[in-house]
């Protein structure tokens, strides 16, 4: 009996965790159905009649769909660069010895310690004196000084789990160092690549700050176009909330696409 009352505490309490993970997003969704007046309603209104409207004005009237390619092409790159530049990086953090290898781990490391808020004005003042305002390029330089850091952070840890037995049995068969990071190495290291994949490209899309700074119409980014729906007293809560559902359905195809290997990079260490 005991453990019958376990049982369904234990279902309550997960059934309670998971109402209150998802139900911003059902609020968000099914605002984003509804016409102004219907969602300011009080007390609010459950069942109504959806409309696509919100995303209509907000995709082709409002240039939604622009920034919505801009934070694709700005995420893409970034995450790119940040695994060409951070995966052979990580690979000799973990594989070499050479002078100043700790002291270089901590600056990748400190790097991510700051605050963006504290970078944002050098930052703003080199973009305009070098023309640079507006730019894809920008943000993408930006991006990528803070999202290496975690590429490199975790792929190091993915690296120095495997056995330095294969490497050395690989150089006995006259394999070099990039054959045998890129065929032996990097396969087995895969579910923390993706994993740093997945949190830089999140990282990338969602970043609001420096894309409202340093953006104006050319290379505004998504969340920089919902925050800007915010005009004084006037709040078109259909349109932000429109918005804000197709920037996170990138997301959560982009984790889906990599859910498995997203498993097996945060479970990576428990069972041995």
């Known amino acids: 009996m005991t453990s019958t009352r376990s049982l369904f505490s234990q279902i309550a309490l997960l059934v309670l965790i998971i109402t209150v993970c998802v139900f911003p997003f059902y609020w968000m969704v099914t605002t984003s159905l509804k016409t102004q007046i219907v969602a300011l309603e009080a007390p609010p209104v459950w069942i109504f ?17 622009r920034t919505l390619i801009n934070s694709l092409i700005i995420a ?36 991510r310690m700051i605050s963006p808020i504290v970078l944002a004005l050098p930052f703003f003042l080199i973009a305009r004196n070098l023309g640079l305002l507006d730019k894809h390029i920008t943000l993408i330089l930006i991006y990528l000084t803070f999202n290496l850091p975690i590429v490199i952070w975790i792929v190091t840890d993915q690296f120095r789990g495997i056995p330095y037995d294969l490497d050395e049995a690989a150089r006995l068969e006259g394999a070099s160092q990039f054959t045998i990071m890129r065929k032996i190495c ?32 050319e290379a505004k980014t998504a969340p920089a176009m919902a925050v800007s ?31 498995k290997q997203l498993v097996r990079g945060l479970t990576m260490g428990a069972v041995k």
């Open 229 to 259: 729906f915010m005009e004084g007293y006037n709040l078109p809560y259909g349109k932000i909330m429109a918005t804000s559902t197709l920037i996170v359905i990138p997301v959560l195809i982009f984790a889906l696409i990599a859910s």
């Open 49 to 65: 009649e959806p409309t696509l409207s919100n995303y209509r004005e907000a995709l082709f009237e409002d240039g939604v769909l």
């Open 186 to 217: 990097l396969p087995l290291a895969m579910p923390g690549v993706a994993v740093s994949a997945i949190f830089s490209f999140i990282f990338s899309w969602n970043e609001l700050m420096f894309g409202l700074i340093l953006t104006r119409s």
């Open 76 to 111: 893409i790159s970034t995450t790119f660069l940040a695994l060409v530049l951070g995966v052979p990086a990580a690979f000799a953090l973990a594989r070499f010895e050479f002078r100043g290898k700790k002291d270089l781990w901590f600056w990748f490391i400190t790097n």
